[in-house]
């Protein structure tokens, strides 16, 4: 079993920053097979950012060049980096981790951006 505690998010003024943290516990954990979502109330969960299994970084097109995600094998733990926040990033951020054989999500941690 893989338990994933998002940690970081908060009320930021449009522009400013935000780091968030996954941490990850229990059965072996991968970090290459975890990655960023978020989602808005009554639309679909999105992808953010994740690595691929080979650990390269994929980034959706409209965070590409304000946030980085990142890895801390000793902490088993990954952080999203979060600059130049706009008001449409607003949104509930999760962690996923691929499972062999099924998918774990944390519960998310809110990120509210002021204009």
């Known amino acids: 079993q893989v338990q994933l505690v998002e940690s970081g998010g908060g009320l930021v003024q449009a522009g400013g920053s935000l780091r968030l943290s996954c941490a990850a516990s229990?059965?072996?954990?991968?970090?290459?097979?975890m990655g960023w979502y978020r989602q808005d109330p009554g639309k679909q969960r999105d992808l953010v950012a994740v690595?691929?299994?080979?650990?390269?970084?994929v980034y959706a097109e409209s965070v590409k060049g304000r946030f980085t995600i990142s890895k801390d094998i000793v902490k088993n733990t990954v952080y999203l980096q979060m600059n130049s926040l706009k008001p449409e990033d607003a949104a509930l951020y999760y962690c996923?981790?691929?499972?062999?054989?099924?998918?774990?999500w944390g519960r998310g941690t809110q990120v509210t951006v002021s204009s």
């Open positions: 229990g059965s072996r954990v991968n970090l290459n097979r």
């Open positions: 996923k981790f691929r499972g062999s054989t099924n998918d774990y």
């Open positions: 690595f691929a299994n080979d650990g390269t970084t």
